[in-house]
C-alpha cells in the first residue's frame, strides 16, 4: 500500500523518517541541515538523485537529495521522481525545499508518479505477505502548495482506479458490476448517479445500444452520473465513455489473436467514471455528467447479424454491415441521451478502432471535432495533462461512406479511413448547436501487453479545473 499525508510539524533533531529534499540552501532549514552534514548539500552532490546515511548526525537514517539544478531541467524531473517513488517505508518530504521555477506542478507531479509508479495490478495473485510493504509518504512544508500535492494525489489514484477497471476481466466486472460500482460515487457531495436498466433503455428506444447487448444473457446497464459543483444552474458538459465490457467481435468475430485484451474496451467507461470521481474529490466548480451505455458483444441465438437493421433512439436507421463495429452503436445512443439531459458540450471517448492504432500507434489520441475552438481549449489542457491528441479530419466525404441504399446509414464505411467514418457516424447523433469532440484512445488506453494505461483521466479532470 502507498499513501501520502501532510505533516503539520518537523523538528530535524527528532524526525525518524528518511528525509528527502532539494539542496536549495538559500532557506534557512536546508541550510541547516547542510551544516550538519559539513556542506555536502551545496558541495557534493553531482546526481539528479543522491542518497547518503546519515550515521546518527540526526535521527532519519538516510538523506535524499534532489539536485537543485537538475530540478530545474524537466527532461530529468520523470526520473527524479521514480527515485523518490521507488523509496521504502516512512518517508518525510520537504515541500518548501522543490521551490524552483513551476514549483507547484513539480509537487502535482511527484505526488502523482509517486501513486502510478507503484500501481501494480495483482488482485487475483496469491498473496505473499512477506513482500507487502507499505510506504508513507509524509509532505511537511509551511507554504500553501499541499494543495498542489494533494491534486497530485488524486490525478494518481483515480489514474490507478482507472487501471483497475479496465483491467479487471469479464468474468468479474461486467455491465451491472460497472453499474454498481458507478453507483458507490454518490458517497461523495453533489454527485447523484442514475442506473437504468434494460426495461428502461427499451423505453427509451435505444435500439442501437440494445442491438449489441442482443447476443448476451447479461444485461446492458446505461448510467448516467451527474455532479453538480456549480450552486447555480447551468448546462453540463458530458462526458460519454464506451463501456463495451468485453468484445468478441460477435458474428463477426475477431480472430483467435485478436481476442485477448478486449476487456480494455471499457477504457473509455473507466476514464469517463474515475474522472467524475477526481472532480468530486476535488470539489470542483463544474457541472459535469458522464455518461456509458455499458454492454458486452456476444455471439448468441439473438445476436444481431450483418445485414440486419437497427432503429437508434434519434430515430435514424442503421445497416449493420460489421458486428464487430459495436462500439459506435452504444455511443450512437448515448451521445444523444447525454444531449436530452441539456449537454450542449460533448466529449465522447472510445477505444473505437483499429484503424487509429495503425495511423497513431500509441504516442497520440486522435481526436475528432465539429468545433475547432471548442478542439483548442481542450487541446491546451492535453498538452498540460502531456496526454497528447492529434487533430484528425471529419469531413462530407466521410459521411458519404457511410450511406445505405437500405437505411439511413451504415455502420462502417470501408476499409479506408476507418477511424474518421467511425467519428462520422457518430456526429450523425450530434444535433445542430452542440459541440462535440470525439477521441479515439484505441491505441493510447493500453500498452503492447493490453496493460491500462489510464488514459484521459487527468485531462477530464484539469478540465474543470479552474
Request: aromatic residues 8%; hydrophobic residues 40%; charged residues 25%.
Amino acid at each position: 500500500m502507498v499513501d501520502i499525508h501532510e505533516q503539520k510539524t518537523l523538528d530535524i533533531n527528532t524526525e525518524p523518517k528518511d528525509i528527502v529534499l532539494v539542496n536549495n540552501t538559500k532557506l534557512d532549514l536546508v541550510n541547516n541541515i547542510n551544516n550538519l552534514f559539513d556542506g555536502y548539500l551545496k558541495e557534493g552532490v553531482e546526481k539528479p538523485f543522491t542518497t547518503i546515511h546519515t550515521f546518527g548526525k540526526i535521527p532519519a537514517k538516510q538523506l535524499h537529495i534532489v539536485n537543485k539544478k537538475d530540478l530545474k531541467d524537466e527532461s530529468k524531473r520523470q526520473d527524479i521522481y521514480k527515485k523518490i517513488a521507488a523509496l521504502e517505508g516512512e518517508v518525510c518530504v520537504l515541500i518548501d525545499t522543490f521551490e524552483v521555477e513551476d514549483y507547484r506542478t513539480i509537487v502535482e507531479e511527484l505526488s502523482e508518479t509517486i501513486l502510478t509508479a507503484n500501481y501494480s495490478f495483482d488482485r487475483f495473485k496469491t498473496k505473499d505477505d512477506d513482500k507487502a510493504k507499505d510506504k508513507n509518504f509524509h509532505y511537511y512544508g509551511e507554504t500553501e502548495i499541499y494543495e498542489n500535492v494533494l491534486k497530485g494525489y488524486v490525478y494518481g489514484e483515480m489514474s490507478n482506479k482507472c487501471k483497475d477497471l479496465v483491467n479487471t476481466p469479464y468474468n468479474y466486472l461486467n455491465a451491472v458490476d460497472l453499474a454498481n460500482y458507478a453507483k458507490e460515487l454518490e458517497r461523495y457531495d453533489g454527485i447523484q448517479v442514475t442506473i437504468y436498466d434494460k426495461a428502461q433503455i427499451e423505453a427509451m428506444n435505444m435500439g442501437s445500444y440494445l442491438g449489441v447487448n442482443k447476443g448476451s444473457k447479461d444485461e446492458p446497464r446505461l448510467i448516467h452520473i451527474a455532479y453538480q459543483g456549480k450552486k447555480k444552474f447551468e448546462k453540463p458538459v458530458a462526458l460519454v465513455g464506451k463501456g463495451v465490457m468485453y468484445d468478441t467481435g460477435g458474428y463477426s468475430i475477431k480472430p483467435s489473436t485478436g481476442m485477448p485484451g478486449m476487456k480494455v474496451d471499457m477504457a473509455g467507461a473507466a476514464a469517463v467514471i474515475s474522472a467524475l470521481e477526481a472532480i468530486a474529490k476535488l470539489k470542483l466548480k463544474a457541472n459535469v455528467i458522464g455518461i456509458v451505455a455499458a454492454t458486452d458483444n456476444r455471439i448468441g441465438d439473438e445476436a444481431i447479424v450483418p445485414d440486419d437493421i437497427l432503429t437508434a433512439a434519434n430515430g435514424k436507421t442503421i445497416e449493420i454491415v460489421s458486428t464487430d463495429a459495436e462500439g459506435r452503436l452504444t455511443l450512437a445512443d448515448a451521445v444523444w441521451f447525454a444531449q436530452q439531459q441539456g449537454a450542449k458540450k460533448v466529449i465522447d471517448v472510445a477505444t473505437l478502432t483499429g484503424s487509429m492504432v495503425r495511423s497513431l500507434g500509441d504516442q497520440y489520441t486522435g481526436a475528432f471535432t465539429n468545433d475547432e475552438g471548442f478542439l483548442k481549449e481542450f487541446q491546451k489542457v492535453s498538452e498540460k495533462t502531456k496526454e497528447a491528441i492529434w487533430h484528425m479530419p471529419i469531413n462530407k466525404g466521410y459521411h458519404k461512406l457511410l450511406k445505405s441504399k437500405v437505411a439511413d446509414i451504415k455502420n462502417t464505411g470501408g476499409p479506408l479511413a476507418g477511424a474518421s467514418t467511425a467519428a462520422a457516424f457518430i456526429e450523425n447523433f450530434i444535433e445542430d448547436g452542440t459541440k462535440w469532440i470525439h477521441l479515439d484512445i484505441a491505441g493510447t488506453a493500453s500498452t503492447k501487453n493490453n496493460e491500462a494505461t489510464g488514459v484521459m483521466v487527468k485531462t477530464f479532470t484539469e478540465l474543470f479545473y479552474k
